[in-house]
T-cell receptor, first 114, second 116 residues
Framework: AQTVTQSQPEMSVQEAETVTLSCTYD???????LFWYKQPPSRQMILVIR??????QNATENRFSVNFQKAAKSFSLKISDSQLGDTAMYFC???????????FGTGTLLAVQP | EAQVTQNPRYLITVTGKKLTVTCSQN?????MSWYRQDPGLGLRQIYY???????DKGDVPEGYKVSRKEKRNFPLILESPSPNQTSLYFC???????????????FGPGTRLTVL
């Protein structure tokens, strides 16, 4: 069975600094998708960034980028120029290539300090 | 505006009192799903539906029921709620693409349920 592990329950970063959130996963599939979701205090689930496993190039979305290491089954999220509005819970999620089900990690609570 | 709506957003109830949390999407999505979020556990899938009249269990289905009589609606039913069902619930929907295609899952705003 696939699993997603986020080993950092909480992290803190100063405004304008860069922070990296870790995520590892376990799967025997070769085709799959990986996602990072942001959950601010409003509780809304917001898709931040996504990566297709067959693409070697790391995905980027403005200040958010990923470091996708397929062999190591690692999918970390880098937030550059952190802003107060980045304060949120961040979830890493996995989806197999032939399924719609998302498997989530336990989340990392990120606090951006002024 | 494309969206997934859930009602109610907050609910406090007592053990054994049947309740329904509604979910509706306006994007004509085939796939719909319910998740529960608990501290330290992330989100876990309760039930999902691939299309009208097609539903199946997720990872934590005990104590829940669902139905999919219309494409846009996917209610979550708790026949006899218990305190261990106190949680944050999310409904999500997604277009059913061919295998190998990504597609984005859209989430509702969440329902905070407390069972006393």
């Amino acid at each position: 069975a696939q699993t997603v592990t986020q080993s950092q329950p909480e992290m803190s970063v100063q405004e304008a600094e860069t922070v990296t959130l870790s995520c590892t996963y376990d799967t025997s599939e070769s085709n799959y998708y990986l996602f990072w979701y942001k959950q601010p205090p409003s509780r809304q689930m917001i898709l931040v960034i996504r990566q297709e496993a067959y693409k070697q190039q790391n995905a980027t979305e403005n200040r958010f980028s990923v470091n996708f290491q397929k062999a190591a089954k690692s999918f970390s999220l880098k937030i550059s120029d952190s802003q107060l509005g980045d304060t949120a819970m961040y979830f890493c999620a996995f989806r197999g290539g032939a399924t719609n089900k998302l498997i989530f990690g336990t989340g990392t609570l990120l606090a951006v300090q002024p | 505006e494309a969206q997934v709506t859930q009602n109610p957003r907050y609910l406090i109830t007592v053990t054994g009192k049947k309740l329904t949390v509604t979910c509706s999407q306006n994007m004509n999505h085939e796939y719909m799903s319910w998740y529960r979020q608990d501290p330290g556990l992330g989100l876990r899938q309760i039930y999902y539906s691939m299309n009208v009249e097609v539903t199946d269990k997720g990872d934590v289905p005990e104590g829940y029921k669902v139905s999919r009589k219309e494409k846009r609606n996917f209610p979550l039913i708790l026949e006899s709620p218990s305190p261990n069902q106190t949680s944050l619930y999310f409904c999500a929907s997604k277009v059913q693409l061919g295998e190998g295609l990504m597609g984005e899952q859209f989430f509702g705003p969440g329902t905070r349920l407390t069972v006393l």
